[in-house]
């Protein structure tokens, strides 16, 4: 990619853009391994479901840094809305399914953490998908309340989502000027 203009023309965007994404798609999915199979079983200390926490401040400083990383080549380089759009979309499928991770885990730790009807014998995968619901929802600042955070770990994590939410959206308007449409060339 010796040409800066190759970004924009040939699908080099993409292969740039998911090249950079790995890394942070990796760590998401670590902390999210760790945050499902390792925490919860050591329900005894209590200490540890604040690692939770911990390794949701880390996904969002990689996402933020990938945002700022690769919003910033895509408007020094290309300059293509639909550019823009591919990674905003990259950037909340990543927020919204590391938050439901989070909220799973911390729904395996300690069922306390959030306040709804679960029947007993409910899957995991009912639960992620239950969650995903619950982060899809605290995202687009719908927030219907049929699932509340009841812990200040868990009104945290939502806080955390919230404010990436809101930075990711405001850090993508605030350079929209910068963009321009595809142009027939």
């Known amino acids: 990619m010796s040409d800066p203009k190759d970004i924009e ?3 080099a965007f993409y292969k740039q853009l ?3 994404a790995w890394p ?18 050591f329900r005894d200390s209590i200490w540890l479901s604040w690692s939770i926490l911990v390794f949701a401040f880390v996904k969002t400083y990689f996402i933020v840094r990938l945002s700022f990383d ?4 895509i408007i020094g380089q290309s300059h293509l809305l639909s ?23 911390l729904q395996f730790f300690a069922p306390q953490n ?15 998908f239950d969650y995903l619901y619950f982060s899809t929802i605290t995202f687009s600042s719908v927030g219907y309340g049929d ?5 200040v770990l868990a009104k945290t994590l939502v806080m955390l989502e919230v404010g990436l939410r ?3 959206l405001v850090f993508g308007i605030a350079n929209i000027n910068q963009i321009r449409i595809n142009e027939n060339k």
Not at 83 to 105: E, R, Y
Not at 114 to 128: D, R
Not at 147 to 151: A, K, Q, T, V
């Open 9 to 11: 023309y040939k699908n």
């Open 18 to 20: 998911f090249s950079k």
């Open 24 to 41: 942070t798609i990796a760590i998401i999915l670590g902390l999210a391994i760790l945050s499902l199979w390792i925490v919860p079983r």
């Open 70 to 73: 690769q919003l910033m080549k």
């Open 83 to 105: 550019h823009i759009l591919v990674l905003f979309g990259l950037l909340i499928s990543m927020i919204i399914i590391s938050f439901a991770f989070d909220f799973t885990s």
């Open 114 to 128: 959030f306040k709804f009807s679960h029947k007993m014998g409910v899957t995991g995968i009912k639960i992620f």
């Open 147 to 151: 699932i509340i955070p009841m812990s």
């Open 166 to 168: 809101f930075f990711v």
